[in-house]
């Protein structure tokens, strides 16, 4: 398929920092843009739209960064707005090209041809679906199993209803890790967290996990900080720093040192 829907000078997709950071887990921000290719002209959204969290999760990759720093850990992250195309997100989902996202419209979705939904998934979400999952075979060995983390943020208020939770953690069928952080929470003084909040599995909000992670046996979170407490970089560096230490006291409890870059074992 000729590449129509980004030009060269766009750059991909998606982009890897720390590549070769010596932390076994992978950090992944699908919605960390909110940023449009050029040939959409905006998809005929409001400006408001366009900045708000419909486009992208707010505070999300910056606080992924800043998680990746912490832990020399490698971070993948979509670079054009889940409104082009949801990462986290199959091809066959209905919301994978949303023609509305909570109160917000996108005109430029609507009645897309299936050649023009093609191209989507062609240039978003196969390049990102296809660097992730190398990514992880290339830091997966016999000794070595990486920890597959997602960072996303919530609104605090949705259809006009308040969330009170302050961080949700979200999981697949594979629970392990959820759990070991539910756990250690409280004790962390982090008291306002949920599991699978505010959404769940069957939501369809679990597809990076259950791709990349779940199938292989690989421990695996979701997290999800209301937008928020992560909207400035005071709050950024507040909690990627609580974050990094109950990844770290979670981890320790399935014998992994999540500084090292030696042999492992989940």
């Known amino acids: 398929m000729v590449r129509a829907l980004l030009d060269p000078s766009e750059g991909e997709p998606f982009e890897i920092e720390r590549a070769d950071g010596q932390s076994p887990v992978i950090f992944v921000c ?5 940023t449009m290719p050029r040939s959409l002209s905006g998809l005929g959204a409001k400006a408001d ?4 969290h419909a486009a992208w999760d707010i505070g999300a990759l910056a606080t992924a960064q800043k998680l990746s720093a912490l832990l020399d850990a490698p971070l ?9 195309y949801d990462c986290n997100r199959p091809p066959d989902a209905r919301d994978a090209i949303p023609e509305r996202s909570e109160i917000h419209a996108i005109p430029g979705n609507r009645n897309l041809s299936d050649e023009a939904r093609r191209q989507r998934v062609a240039e978003i979400y196969e390049p990102f679906r296809q660097a992730l999952a190398e990514l992880i075979a290339a830091r997966t060995a016999p000794s070595r199993q990486p920890v597959i983390v997602t960072i996303h943020s919530f609104t605090r208020v949705y259809f006009g209803i308040a969330r009170h939770r302050a961080i949700g953690l979200l999981h697949d069928r594979d629970r392990r890790l959820a759990d070991a952080m539910l756990q250690l929470a409280e004790e962390q003084g982090i008291s306002n967290t949920m599991r699978n909040y505010p959404y769940g599995p069957d939501d369809g909000v679990t597809h990076t ?3 990349h992670a779940v199938q292989y046996g690989l421990l695996n979170v979701m997290i999800e900080y209301c937008s928020d407490l992560i909207d400035t970089e005071l709050g950024q560096d507040e909690w990627a720093r609580r974050t990094a230490r109950l990844l770290e006291t979670a981890l320790e409890r399935f014998h992994i040192d999540i500084h090292a870059a030696g042999p492992q074992q989940a």
């Open 49 to 52: 739209t366009l900045t708000s």
């Open 30 to 34: 699908e919605h960390a843009s909110r």
């Open 209 to 211: 996990l259950r791709l």
């Open 76 to 84: 993948i992250h979509q670079r054009f707005s889940r409104l082009v």
